[in-house]
């Protein structure tokens, strides 16, 4: 029901920007960086399992994986944000997530906490900031001496790669 109410929220126009608000966010570690997500678009979080490779696909689609009968996309953020060498190790965990009825996973080097963000935590992105295109970029949260990185995942897994991963879950 809830996914219903976030869904129709998402759908009025407003702009990535002006959408960043108060509220609970799973934050995770990939390479150096901390990043924060909306909790609502959180389905679950497993461990890296094997995945099913599908050929003729980009690096950072890793595969899918058959999750309770449904074929889910497995999207490595870290091969997606060019951090370097990617190892899988005991903290590598997916999140999986649903997107506007669509189910997809990410690989992260780690999870760290849920946090609850107040509006006054939450800056506006600096021109000059991160190795990622900014235009996923939401804001910059600070809590006590961290500094986490807010992703808007819809924008991030949005337009032709969401594309590329329907493709990849349907065939």
Known sequence: MSTENVST?????VSAK????AGEYLTFVLGEEQYGLEILKVQEIRGY????QIANTPDFIKGVV??????VPIVDLRIKFHLGKVEYDEFTVVIILNL?????????DGVSDVMALKEEQIRDVPSLVSNIDTKYIVGLASVEEQMFILVDIEQLMGSEEMA???SVAVH
Do not use: E, W
């Open 49 to 52: 399992d094997a995945v099913t």
């Open 9 to 13: 929220a998402n759908k009025s126009g």
């Open 100 to 108: 506007n009825g669509r189910v997809v996973g990410i690989v992260v």
């Open 18 to 21: 002006s959408k960043t608000s």
């Open 66 to 71: 058959n999750l309770r009968g449904k074929i």
């Open 164 to 166: 590329l991963i329907d």
